[in-house]
């Protein structure tokens, strides 16, 4: 399946060259994610405890903290994500970029939508903790950072299997 393969006959493969935009959304989005996962770690350390920086609600009687759809949901969001790390020479592949920017900003609104109907649902005598301010606004970054990703505008090139730029001049 060559795509316009070179004299040996390597196969060429479509990809995005990523700006400073993507980089930049890209760290964002895996940041929010470790984010995610880092407070239903610290929930689960302080499960028996209160810890407003952990808890989503309080009151005299309970504390609520994340459940356990926040230790899957990030490390989905983080499969997802088509990582583009912070290398000049980086490529991303097309196939599949749009449709895993598509599945993790899916998964981020999942995630929006549980703890807003996790704290909604709450009577009076609850009061919201800062765990559920740092949650939401780690989901709310965490998706438009994805959405940033987007590949609107992003130079098209072509790779060979070993990811190296054919037939443009390697600028950085």
Do not use: N
């Not at 760290?27 to 407003?52: K, N």
């Not at 609104?109 to 009061?127: E, N, P, R």
């Not at 950072?145 to 054919?166: C, F, I, K, Y």
């Amino acid at each position: 399946m060559s795509l316009g393969g070179s004299a040996e006959g390597t196969s060429l493969r479509k990809a995005y060259r990523p700006d400073r935009r993507v980089r930049i959304a890209s760290d964002v989005a895996a940041f929010c994610a470790v984010g995610l996962l880092i407070g239903v770690l610290g929930s689960a350390v302080t499960w028996w405890d209160r810890s407003p920086l952990f808890d989503l609600a309080e009151s005299s009687l309970q504390a609520i903290k994340l459940g356990t759809g926040y230790l899957f949901g990030p490390i989905a969001i983080l499969i997802a994500l088509p990582l583009v790390f912070s290398r000049r020479r980086q490529v991303a592949l097309q196939r599949w970029y749009r449709a895993r920017l598509l599945i993790a900003a899916v998964f981020w609104i999942c995630g929006g939508v549980v703890l807003v109907d996790k704290v909604s649902g709450l009577d009076d005598s609850f009061t919201l903790q800062p765990g559920a301010y740092i949650a939401a606004a780690l989901i709310v970054v965490g998706f438009l950072a994805t959405l940033a990703m987007w590949p609107r505008g992003l130079r098209e090139v072509e790779v060979d299997h070993a990811g190296r730029v054919q037939g443009a001049p390697a600028t950085g």
